[in-house]
């Protein structure tokens, strides 16, 4: 047998799964064949340290946005017409803002520059910004109408949040305004900077950071709100935590 | 073991909050870790998870227990993994018609000559330059585990593709880490 015959084995035999008889051949030829031992040895060393690889972690942060996110699924699947006037439109605004914001999260991942995967490619291949002025134009006008997007959504969640803030704590209210300040401030200066340079690409992406996590607090204080009004406090207290932090 | 996971989705379908979050307890480390590494960056990661369990939410009715709940949530996550990753693609293409296509994800050559030990983040580095198809296999079967008849199950295709495909990632990656 020639060695294409025995390189097709190897990844079985790396494996363990090569049937005895097989792997017994196998071994007498890597024993005799320099190319194919280092093949199998490289295709160990890859399984192994592919193995050990560190498992990256979601933040906290992404199951208090999903719950808010099945909650507000779970509203939309219940029968419209059980619900008061003043509820159906606080749960049309949520499942909107929610709508919106999954598309403008989307759209904006989607559209923005962001340099290829490849980049050898990238370092052979025109750029865009230095060459097509409808482009950068097209590009300017899709993050304004993302940056629309967002507001949209942070409106409807800042209205509802607003009328059940009175069953907040007021220290954990007091925390919440804080930070909702302090992203306010990134959102401003990113603005000012963008007024200043509308291609600079590190304001647009601070931006876009700064509303995504005003976007995130909201959908957090909806949450606890909710948490609190079912009176579970254990439930609240995981969200104050991430919070506070 | 397949009582209990159809106990389980029976419990989220039925509303059960708290079983949807043991769900997610139990599941979203790794199908984060696949997220992560199929899509690139931790925002993308975190936006592909979410979407993973709402749209397994939604779902949950039409789990049989013919596989495992783990490996039913990997299928489906790692579909929308790779419909996100075409459409991305999609776009970066339309914005950029002077790359090619086809040598988009190709090595560009090798990363390191480290003769014996392979550093990690080197590791981490040429799985993200693999194609589509052959990095979500070779995630599935060599990072996250997967023996191939449960990788061919997740990506929908047939065990001899599930080896192949690995096959041809170990090559290349054997190639970007400068040792083939």
């Given at each position: 047998m020639n060695c294409d015959v025995y390189q097709a084995q190897i990844g079985d035999f790396v494996d363990g799964t090569l049937d005895p008889l097989s792997e017994q051949r196998l071994l007498g030829h890597l024993a005799t064949c320099p190319d194919c031992s280092a093949m199998a040895d490289d295709f160990n060393t890859i399984r192994l340290t592919a193995r050990g690889l560190d498992q990256p972690v979601p933040p906290d942060r992404a199951w208090t946005r999903l719950s808010a996110a099945l909650e507000a699924e779970r509203y939309q699947e219940?029968?419209?017409?059980?619900?008061?006037p003043g509820a159906r439109w606080q749960i049309a605004a949520v499942a909107l803002a929610l709508l919106v914001i999954v598309a403008a999260v989307t759209w904006t991942a989607l559209r923005q520059v962001t340099p290829a995967p490849a980049p050898a490619v990238v370092a052979t291949a025109p750029g865009p910004s230095t060459a097509d002025p409808d482009l950068v134009r097209s590009v300017e006008t899709e993050l304004k109408l993302a940056e629309e997007h967002y507001e949209k959504a942070i409106a409807g969640l800042e209205q509802i949040t607003n009328a059940g803030r009175?069953?907040?704590?007021p220290q954990v209210a007091a925390v919440l305004q804080k930070n909702l300040s302090i992203i306010d401030q990134a959102i401003g200066e990113s603005r000012d900077a963008l007024r200043a340079q509308p291609a600079n690409e590190v304001a647009q992406q601070s931006l876009f950071g700064a509303l995504r996590s005003k976007v995130t607090l909201l959908q957090e204080t909806l949450t606890l709100i909710n948490e609190m009004r079912k009176g579970n406090q254990e439930g609240a207290a995981r969200i104050v935590s991430g919070l506070n932090q | 073991m397949r009582s209990a996971d159809l106990e389980l989705a029976k419990r989220c379908r039925n509303g059960d909050a708290a079983a949807f979050e043991e769900l997610y307890r139990t599941h979203a480390g790794r199908l984060y870790g696949l997220a992560f590494r199929m899509a690139g960056s931790a925002q993308e990661a975190e936006d592909l998870l979410q979407e993973m369990f709402l749209h397994a939410h939604r779902k949950l009715?039409?789990?049989?227990?013919?596989?495992s709940l783990g490996t039913w949530l990997y299928r489906l996550g790692m579909n929308q993994c790779l419909d996100y990753l075409r459409g991305k693609q999609a776009r970066m293409s339309q914005a950029t018609d002077s790359l090619d296509a086809a040598g988009?994800?190709?090595?560009?050559?090798?990363?390191?000559?480290?003769?014996?030990v392979i550093h990690r983040l080197d590791l981490e580095r040429a799985i993200r330059r693999l194609p589509d198809g052959c990095r979500a296999a070779f995630l599935l079967h060599d990072?996250?585990?997967?023996?191939h008849h449960e990788v061919a199950s997740i990506l929908g295709v047939s065990e001899g593709t599930s080896k192949s495909q690995v096959h041809k990632a170990r090559m290349k990656l054997r190639t970007m880490l400068g040792r083939g």
């Open positions: 219940r029968r419209w017409w059980t619900f008061s009175s069953t907040l704590d | 009715g039409t789990f049989r227990g013919e596989s988009a994800g190709e090595p560009a050559g090798p990363l390191s000559s480290t003769p014996v990072v996250e585990g997967f023996e």
